[in-house]
């Protein structure tokens, strides 16, 4: 079982859903959570990154982390054809830690 | 401020060749991480460079090595090629204690014939 596990997708959905995109870790060690956004033929973009439990907000992007499930989530609400990309959830123990990333879900929003 | 840069972007190479990847990360990120990303792996973690020393280290054969030097520039390379070679490598800058912050580059496409 990897240490992330991230479904993924595809997941289709219309312009100006809102969208939720998920992770389950197994390490309870982890406190920092990270969204990256990749989009095709180039390198992950660090979206947002939360430490510890809670809510983090950014415009359209939140993410959310529940500890207590061992479980991470980000929402982009009014989605654009333009956040379609593949989202991957990572985590790390903080410090000089590597990120641990799940695979990666594949999002597209069609218009 | 400029993003990473990764040079080649693109390479093919034959099985049994050897092969010199190169990164710059950005200006003041003396972290350098290399990662091997496939489809049906993911994101795998290579290594990691701080200081021109090797800090972390990932599950990959002794066949991939890496260095850095005193520009904080780094290098990755991958000896006696294998088809399973074939993947996306990419390199992350970060600031030294803040490696949850990543900064990816575009990554250099490597296939191996």
């Known amino acids: 079982q990897k240490e992330v596990e991230q479904d993924p997708g595809p997941l289709s959905v219309p312009e100006g859903a809102i969208v939720s995109l998920n992770c389950t870790y197994s390490?309870?060690?982890?406190?920092?959570f990270m969204w990256y956004r990749q989009y095709s033929r180039k390198g992950p973009e660090l979206l947002m990154y939360t430490y510890s439990s809670g809510n983090k907000e950014d415009g359209r992007f939140t993410a959310q982390v529940d500890k207590s499930s061992k479980y991470i989530s980000l929402f982009i609400r009014d989605s654009q054809p333009s956040d379609s990309a593949t989202y991957l959830c990572a985590t790390t123990s903080g410090g000089s830690y590597i990120p641990t990333f799940g695979r990666g879900t594949s999002l597209i929003v069609h218009p | 401020k400029a993003g990473v840069t990764q040079t080649p972007r693109y390479l093919i190479k034959t099985r049994g060749q050897q092969v010199t990847l190169s990164c710059s990360p950005i200006s003041g990120h003396r972290s350098v991480s290399w990662y091997q990303q496939t489809p049906g792996q993911g994101l795998q973690f290579l290594f990691e460079y701080f200081s021109e020393t090797q800090r972390n280290k990932g599950n990959f054969p002794g066949r991939f090595s890496g260095r850095q030097f005193s520009n904080s520039r780094s290098e990755m390379n991958v000896s006696t090629l294998e088809l399973g070679d074939s993947a996306l490598y990419l390199c992350?800058?970060?600031?030294?204690?803040?490696?949850?912050?990543?900064?990816f580059g575009p990554g250099t496409r490597l296939t191996v014939l």
């Open positions: 992350a800058s970060s600031l030294p204690d803040r490696t949850n912050e990543q900064f």
């Open positions: 390490n309870s060690a982890f406190q920092y």
